[in-house]
Structure formats: C-alpha cells, structure tokens
C-alpha cells in the first residue's frame, strides 16, 4: 500500500496529522490554481481554506479508484462554482479603484501573462481543464474526472482550448 494511500485510511479514522501530511503536497499546486481562478489572493487563500475543509469533511467518500490529486481538484471546482453564484463584487462602491496605478501594472503584467490571457479568452470548464493538463500535468482521465465531463469531451476542448 502507497505512503499515500496509509494517510487516506489513517485521516479517516480521525488522524489531524496524517491529513496535514497527506494535503500539504498539494496545498501549493493548488492555491496557484485556485490564483489563476480567484479575482486577488485573500479569495484563492478563502478557497484553499475552503477546499481543504470540504476535502477533510469529505474524506470519507474518497474513491481510491482515482487519484487524490483529481478528488482534490474536483472538491475546488464545484467550491469555485458555488462560490461564484454567492460572490457580491464591492468595486463599484470602492470609487477610485480603476485610477489606481498599482491596478494598472497589475493588468499590464497579467496581460502578459500566457495564463491570464488563457483565462480572458477560455470559458471556465477550457480553462480548467487546460491548467489541469498544462499546469497539473494530469491525465485527460483524471481531467475528465474532476470535471464530471466525459473523456471525449475533455479531449476535444483540449484540443479548442489550444486552438483558441
């Protein structure tokens, strides 16, 4: 049985410390997904937290038959989704927010960036699944899993996602 697969069974009996040890390896791929994701870091630090909440209280239904990466990614999506129905966005009530230059460096550089443009230009389950296979390096499976979408699927919005 994998080191890995010891921590599952011991973090359901109840272990605190074998479940820090089992997510700790993830925790950083992770919040850079959920980054790319949330609109400033206080939200993808919220969705981490989040997540790994859902994940702990959750732990029980855990299918080895995937791995813990994908169940992982899986429980942060369908956060993200259901947190993004509840989100109240504050800008508007803020005033000065856009003639902010610190905001305008910020944008010029995220311009920049390869994945900032992924996430203009790519609806939210594309862009998922292409930081899944890209960023992640999980298998289209695995993607296909974490995002409830059948394998053809995955495969052929890979394929648009590079298009695009």
């Not at 993808?44 to 859902?54: G, H, K, P, R, V």
């Not at 305008?104 to 996430?119: C, P």
């Not at 899944?132 to 699927?153: F, G, K, T």
Request: net charge negative.
């Amino acid at each position: 049985m994998s080191n890995e697969l010891q921590l599952i069974e011991k973090a359901k009996t109840g272990s605190v410390e074998a479940f820090t040890d089992l997510v700790e390896s993830y925790r950083g791929r992770l919040f850079r997904y959920l980054l790319t994701r949330c609109d400033n870091y206080a939200d993808a630090e919220d969705a981490l937290q989040d997540t790994m909440i859902s994940a702990y209280k959750y732990l029980h239904s855990y299918n080895p038959q995937w791995r813990f990466s994908t169940w992982l990614y899986r429980i942060a999506i369908r956060n993200l989704i259901s947190n993004k129905d509840d989100k109240i966005t504050e800008l508007g009530e803020l005033g000065d927010a856009e003639n902010d230059p610190l905001d305008h460096v910020i944008a010029a550089s995220e311009r920049q960036n390869l994945w900032s443009s992924a996430r203009r230009l790519l609806n939210d389950e594309v862009y998922t699944a292409m930081w899944l296979r890209y960023a992640e390096d999980m298998s289209v499976r695995d993607i296909a899993s974490a995002l409830d979408r059948s394998v053809s699927w995955t495969k052929v919005n890979l394929m648009r996602g590079r298009n695009t």
